[in-house]
């Protein structure tokens, strides 16, 4: 069965560089979510979108954005990146009935020097 | 979304059933119980979900007390592949997005 895809699955930017991470949800799938996770630590949510609109927000810095194209895929825009944004970075997608679950993503690895 | 809590972490002989608990006290009625595990680096998995009766799939089968405060995922024949973190997670069917929060889970190892 499809899987979410992420790439790049490995990404290194020096600080004040920026990153941009893709998400490629499960077929009809049309809500996404962004996670972030830093050395052991669970994972955190970041924000989500639903049919292209963003329909939730967390912990995500001002420095980050997302988007959700007409394709449903998604995409993570990291500014001026700090070391501390070193993290695994986990999008998921589920379909729109209520309670469906989440299915990840094997995650992006970020590392900032 | 009401507050879970689970062990730190449990050991498990391969091939024995491993049974996690997960204590949700203050769920409430429209919340649903959700298990995932993540293995060292990967994305969280799904596992199974239920609201108040016991579910069973493939991988694991989930017992919901009659009063819902808890939870248990059984895994029925624990292999060295099972060794993971598992979150035991409770979210709204109204929930604003269906985000999951995910707290601190329990580190199962499956010891040969």
């Known amino acids: 069965a499809a899987g979410v895809i992420q790439s790049p699955r490995h990404l290194i930017k020096e600080k004040r560089e920026t990153a941009t991470l893709k998400c490629y949800p499960i077929p009809r799938h049309d809500t996404v979510y962004w996670y972030q996770q830093g050395p052991g630590q669970d994972p955190q949510f970041l924000i989500s979108?639903?049919?292209?609109?963003?329909?939730d927000k967390g912990s995500i810095p001002d420095r980050f954005s997302a988007q959700q194209f007409s394709d449903y895929h998604s995409e993570l825009n990291m500014s001026s990146l700090e070391l501390g944004d070193s993290a695994l970075y986990f999008c998921a997608s589920r379909p729109g009935q209520v309670n469906s679950p989440l299915h990840f993503g094997n995650g992006t690895r970020l590392t900032v020097t | 979304d009401a507050k879970t809590t689970q062990p730190t972490s449990m050991d498990c002989a391969e091939g024995r059933a491993a049974n996690l608990p997960c204590n949700h006290s203050?769920?409430?009625?429209?919340?649903?119980v959700y298990w995932y595990r993540q293995i060292h680096s990967q994305g969280p998995q799904y596992i199974i979900h239920g609201l108040k009766n016991n579910e069973t799939n493939e991988m694991a089968s989930l017992i919901i007390t009659e009063d819902r405060k808890s939870s248990t995922l059984i895994l029925p024949h624990a292999t060295l592949r099972d060794t993971a973190v598992y979150y035991c997670?409770?979210?709204?069917?109204?929930?604003?997005?269906?985000?999951?929060?995910f707290g601190q889970g329990t580190e199962l190892s499956v010891k040969p």
């Open positions: 997670i409770v979210r709204a069917s109204d929930n604003q997005g269906g985000k999951l929060i």
């Open positions: 203050t769920i409430s009625g429209n919340e649903y």
């Open positions: 979108f639903y049919e292209k609109m963003q329909s």
